[in-house]
């Protein structure tokens, strides 16, 4: 990666006037070297493996950003419709054979040989191109499929290529010129690392250039040492072109005007989107397809006609142009956002209470997951004012060094970037995951590797709450899932998972839990929980996260909180907003803000003499496109996106439902038209005796509630959900005990005996 960092600057002079000899010779359909007979398979293939493995190529070119040609899906799927499966074999051939680079077969003795295919060997400066191989596979082998070249040595892409690391090692001048590309196969999900044995497959093959102009490159093939055919066969020499790379610097206002960081989504006439995912580097994410720029950065684009996509995230609306770049026209685009909606401006502070810089899509290694520079970026680039980066198992030791109980430096006013903790991957993890926030020391007490660490929660809750932290359980449908779609439902779910699970027990501890979250799975599995441990006299809050990039990796902030802070924004005073339920949890495309009952506040109390009508406004404010988005809408609620607005749609209007919760279930309802407008709503709603209010548009955003008092005496308890959470118990219990140490196994009991004996009290308060 160094050495042909240093060589750009060494041959920038010479490339520069190559590049501008050729650049008006280019055919973007050029192609050469295509073979007169393309090889098909000889020996018997059965068409259900290899539809299904062309399927995973398919969706790994989707994921990589460079997808089959629209014609060329809708071909695949007219072939596979049909009832001749010889035809279809031959068919799928012919289609996926224009995008082979290579044929690569292996005979009955396991030598490999390598000619070349019919696809263009056309790069692009800076960037990656996908191929194609064809495999031949007469030997059945299983083994995997590697590829040399003495012109390839391993680059990742940054998107700051002026930033280079200079060279730790002595590489002649000759070496800096040859060692060009990165060529490589993409062997991960939902690909693998090896041969399926089969005939017949594809695999894919990511070339990186790093010149402009025209490149040779030797490229071998083999299953192993040994496996090379003999006469100089399993090798091709390819001349490539690769199409210079022009800078083109992105200027982004905000709706008034000032600098800001967007997200930009840019693809050609093709489909292929840019910079290429294949090899990208932080701060650019290869598993998303957009990419975040400040006002002022650049993009490296080819000529060619592009289609951008621009937003600053769900307060926003999403601007779609094209452009065209011919030589050096244009040097910049400029862009200025639009918000359809401005919480912060009314006092409601939006964040992400669960975000990582390591594990599940991000980079492990070398880098040990990404620093703060990466994760400020896709803080700002969503427009999120609080952004919690929680240490976790994966990378934990790396990734504790930016923990300073204190706002990361890069902070500013109107976003905070503050790392904090999760608790998944420790012993206790299999009674759900814990957050913890606002801690002042990450070590818990006594231990010096995650294998020390408690197994089980009350514990470590109590020592957060010590250091003055706000604590709760993360992704809580996880181990809730039920089959009803009603809430509130009696159904026990098995409490098995990572979720809100040993929550049940916790939440009958006077402030040892504050919060469970919901937003980022199934909201019925989430809310359930929460509405009978309301039901039952609790006041535990909802807070609202992503868990990005692990339930979802497409943008941080699609699961969100809005807490009311007075006097301005500090991590501190919004978490103390969260604590006290000043807040509303959303999706970013709906709005309860200034919920109140007879002028009280959400997360406040309402006192009334004796029973009456109580006044409920709120201002509320959702967006949805005049046309239906049914891919969204008709999907069963355990299907992801778990919240989204375009669920909550009322047919094909444009009007969503706002509802008022009583007991968890809704008492009142108005419709809301969702055009963005910001809309002032008022409830007549009875009341008899004590209880919880909240307001909702599901599965969108959700209040927490209001705690309405009648007569100075304290809610009843619910008794159908008492009995529920009693159950609830139990079976949580069930799960959790086998895996809870032998040591602290007795205070575990104790504590869930404890709960029992709280449920129980509940169920006869005249006791």
Same mark, same amino acid.
Not at 426 to 431: D, I, K, L, V
Not at 467 to 482: E, I, N, R, T
Not at 585 to 591: L, T, V
């Given at each position: ?13 010479e ?20 073979p ?17 493995q ?7 070119l ?11 899906r ?5 072939v ?10 031959a ?9 082979a ?8 003795e ?9 696809a263009a ?11 194609l191989?064809?495999?031949l ?59 399926s ?38 090798y ?20 008034g005007?000032?600098?800001?960081t ?15 995912q ?31 996509? !621009? ?8 601007e ?11 040097r910049?685009?400029?862009f ?23 594990? !599940? ?19 700002e ?10 240490n ?11 923990f ?11 976003a ?27 070590n ?6 995650i ?43 098995p409490?098995?998972?990572?979720g ?73 005073g ?20 200034d ?6 506040e ?10 009456a ?18 891919n ?18 009322i ?5 969503v ?26 409830f ?32 009843r308890?619910?008794r ?8 609830g ?5 069930s ?6 140490s ?26």
């Amino acid at each position: 990666m160094e050495s042909i960092a240093a060589g750009i600057g060494l041959l920038a002079a010479e490339e520069d006037a190559f590049a501008a000899q050729t650049e008006r010779q280019w055919t973007p359909n050029w192609i050469s070297g295509q073979p007169e007979h393309i090889p098909t398979a000889n020996a018997p293939v059965s068409l259900q493996p290899l539809a299904d493995q062309i399927r995973q190529i398919e969706t790994a070119l989707h994921y990589l950003g460079q997808p089959f040609s629209p014609a060329d899906r809708l071909q695949i799927n007219t072939v596979l419709a049909g009832t001749d499966d010889s035809a279809a074999i031959a068919g799928l051939q012919k289609i996926l054979d224009r995008y082979a680079l290579a044929i690569v077969t292996i005979n009955p003795e396991s030598r490999v040989a390598v000619q070349r295919g019919p696809a263009a060997p056309e790069l692009v400066q800076h960037g990656t191109r996908l191929f194609l191989v064809k495999v031949l596979n007469q030997a059945g082998a299983t083994a995997t499929l590697q590829v040399e070249s003495p012109n390839s040595q391993p680059v990742y892409v940054s998107a700051w290529h002026d930033e280079s690391p200079r060279p730790k090692e002595h590489i002649t001048r000759e070496q800096i010129r040859d060692r060009w590309a990165d060529i490589s196969l993409y062997q991960k999900q939902p690909l693998t690392n090896h041969l399926s044995g089969l005939a017949l497959e594809y695999a894919i093959l990511e070339i990186y250039s790093r010149d402009a102009g025209q490149r040779s490159a030797r490229i071998a093939f083999n299953i192993g040492q040994g496996t090379q055919d003999i006469g100089f066969r399993n090798y091709i020499d390819i001349l490539f072109k690769a199409l210079p790379a022009r800078s083109i610097v992105l200027r982004v206002a905000d709706d008034g005007g000032a600098a800001t960081t967007a997200s930009f989504l840019v693809r050609d006439r093709l489909g292929r989107i840019y910079p290429s995912q294949s090899k990208r580097l932080a701060p650019d994410f290869f598993f998303q397809p957009q990419v975040y720029r400040a006002d002022g950065e650049k993009i490296l684009l080819p000529d060619g006609t592009y289609e951008v996509t !621009c937003t600053g995230g769900t307060e926003y609306l999403s601007e779609t142009r094209k452009f065209h770049i011919q030589g050096k026209d244009p040097r910049q685009l400029e862009f200025q956002l639009k918000r359809w909606i401005h919480p912060a401006r009314h006092g409601w502070y939006s964040g992400d209470q669960h975000i990582h810089a390591a594990g !599940c899509s991000h980079y492990v290694t070398p880098t040990e997951g990404v620093g703060p520079v990466a994760m400020m970026r896709q803080v700002e680039g969503e427009h999120l004012n609080v952004g919690c980066v929680l240490n976790w198992a994966p990378c934990y030791y790396y990734q504790k060094q930016f923990f300073t109980g204190r706002d990361n430096p890069l902070s500013r006013p109107g976003a905070i970037l503050h790392y904090d903790l999760e608790v998944s991957g420790f012993p206790s993890s299999h009674c759900g995951h814990l957050v913890l926030l606002g801690l002042k020391e990450q070590n818990y007490p006594g231990t010096k590797h995650i294998a020390d660490w408690p197994t089980w929660n009350l514990p470590i809750l109590r020592w957060g709450k010590r250091q003055g932290a706000v604590v709760g359980y993360p992704h809580s449908g996880w181990g809730l899932a039920v089959k009803s779609t009603k809430l509130p439902n009696y159904e026990i779910p098995p409490f098995d998972g990572i979720g809100a699970n040993e929550y049940i027990v916790d939440v009958t501890y006077p402030n040892a839990v504050d919060f469970m979250s919901g937003g980022d799975t199934p909201y019925i599995w989430e809310l359930n929980i929460w509405y009978h441990t309301l039901n039952a006299g609790f006041r535990a809050r909802l807070s609202g996260e992503t868990d990005f990039p692990c339930i979802t990796d497409q943008r941080v902030g699609q699961g969100r909180v809005y807490a009311k802070v007075d006097g301005g924004l500090t991590y501190r005073g919004w978490l103390d907003s969260v604590q006290r339920g000043r807040s509303y949890i959303s999706d970013g495309k709906s709005h309860l803000m200034d919920f109140a009952v007879n002028g009280v506040e959400v997360g406040g109390e309402a006192h009334l003499a004796k029973p009456a009508e109580v006044q409920v406004t709120v201002n509320a404010a959702a967006y949805l496109d005049e046309t239906a988005k049914t891919n969204i809408r008709d999907l069963p609620y355990d299907k992801e996106p778990y919240w989204d607005v375009e669920r909550a749609r009322i047919g094909d209007t444009r009007t969503v439902p706002v509802e008022v919760v009583v007991n968890g279930l809704p008492a009142a309802r108005q419709t809301l038209l969702a055009d963005g407008s910001l809309q002032r709503l008022h409830f007549a709603v009875p009341v008899k005796e004590s209880c919880w209010m909240a307001l909702r548009i599901l599965p969108s955003s959700h209040t927490n509630p209001i705690f309405v008092i009648v007569a100075g005496k304290p809610m009843r308890p619910v008794r159908e959900s008492v009995a529920w959470c009693l159950a609830g118990v139990d079976q949580c219990w069930s799960q959790k005990a086998p895996q809870t140490s032998a040591r602290e196994l007795p205070a575990a009991r104790a504590a869930y005996d404890h709960a029992r004996q709280v449920y129980r009290t509940k169920q006869n308060p005249d006791r």
